[in-house]
């Protein structure tokens, strides 16, 4: 199996599906394109004493600039700061340009979501 990874894996401490957006890796078969995506939008506010709610890219780059690391993250998690999150899914483009989706199954971070998009590929899920 040929997986093309279009956004490699960050770094060790930031693995969770919060630091990456959009498409990750893709798997070509005769199936159609399996695709590993980040999907979902991200609201979170960093700290009581700023409580702007940050979105998107503008919530990553927010982290970035505090230096923050997945531990961070999790610990924002804990605490309610997030009122949306973002997660990686496997979708598979066929041949014909429809996309289906397997509507449940998710990984919060980049080696499970590779996993994921293997046992995908392996099991022919979308056959």
Not at 46 to 73: M, P, Q
Not at 104 to 112: I, K, L, R, S, W
Request: glycine share 4%.
């Amino acid at each position: 199996m040929e997986i093309n990874v279009i956004q490699p894996k960050i770094a060790k401490n930031r693995a969770l599906s919060f630091w990456y957006d959009g498409q990750i890796a893709t798997v070509e078969t005769d199936h159609g394109i399996y695709s590993l995506e980040a999907c979902g939008d991200i609201r979170v506010s960093f700290s009581e004493e700023d409580e702007s709610n940050y979105k998107d890219g503008r919530a990553v780059t927010r982290a970035w600039d505090l230096n923050l690391k997945d531990k961070h993250i999790i610990n924002l998690y804990n605490t309610d700061a997030f009122s949306n999150n973002n997660w990686f899914e496997v979708v598979c483009i066929k041949p014909d340009g429809e996309v289906e989706s397997a509507a449940g199954d998710v990984a919060d971070t980049y080696d499970e979501a590779m996993e994921m998009l293997k046992t995908y590929v392996e099991e022919e899920y979308y056959k």
